[in-house]
Every structure is written in structure tokens, then in C-alpha cells.
């Protein structure tokens, strides 16, 4: 049974930080390829960042130069360091894994941003 439990999500201040982890299980984490995501009440669940298994990384444009997607293969985890964090970052953040065509999804953990 696969599961990824994130955490690591909260309440900040513009221009504050937070590191999200996602932790799985029961994928073959080194094959799969990894992403955040983040809905925002009224819109679209839309993709944040992604890595793949070899460690490449894409990021929405959005979020470029402020936020950096790692993995850490002997932990099964995959991180969101999120800096400089802005009003409209708020949302509830997914986890992704995609691995031999299926997709996987976490619960979701809430990130705010307010004064």
C-alpha cells in the first residue's frame, strides 16, 4: 500500500520559510518521480515542482528562485524548501509520486501566508 504523509506546512509571515517533507511508502521511491503541488480555495490544483529519479528538477514559474524541490533517496523523502514566501503561496500543498504510470497522492499539509 503506498503512502505519502507530508508535513512540515503552517502559518508565516510574508518573506518567512518553511521546509515541507514528504515521507513514503511502499513505492519504489528511487524510480519514482516526485512533485509538490498546491490548490488554493477556487482554483486548480496546480503543479509547484517536480523532480525525477536521476534528480532533475522543473519548477512553475511562480515559484522560481524561492523555492527548491530535493530527495533523499535513503530516507524515501522528498523535500519543498519554500523561501520568501508570499500571500498568494497560500494553499494546501500536495505530494506526488508518479512511478510505471500510476500516480500516488498524499493528504495534503496547509501553508499561510499572512501578516
Known amino acids: 500500500q503506498v503512502q505519502l504523509v507530508e508535513s512540515g506546512g503552517g502559518s508565516v509571515q510574508p518573506g518567512g520559510s518553511l521546509r515541507l517533507s514528504c515521507a513514503a511508502s511502499?513505492?519504489?521511491?528511487?524510480?519514482?518521480?516526485m512533485g509538490w503541488y498546491r490548490q488554493a480555495p477556487g482554483n486548480e490544483r496546480e503543479l509547484v515542482a517536480v523532480?525525477?529519479?536521476?534528480?532533475?528538477?522543473d519548477y512553475a514559474e511562480s515559484v522560481k528562485g524561492r523555492f527548491t524541490i530535493s530527495r533523499d533517496y535513503a530516507k524515501k523523502t522528498v523535500y519543498l524548501q519554500t523561501n520568501s514566501l508570499k500571500p498568494e503561496d497560500t494553499a494546501v500543498y500536495y505530494c506526488?509520486?508518479?512511478?510505471?504510470?500510476?500516480?500516488?497522492w498524499g493528504r495534503g499539509t496547509q501553508v499561510t501566508v499572512s501578516s
Open positions: 523532480i525525477t529519479s536521476g534528480g532533475s528538477t
Open positions: 506526488n509520486a508518479g512511478a510505471r504510470g500510476v500516480n500516488y
Open positions: 511502499g513505492i519504489m521511491f528511487s524510480i519514482a518521480t
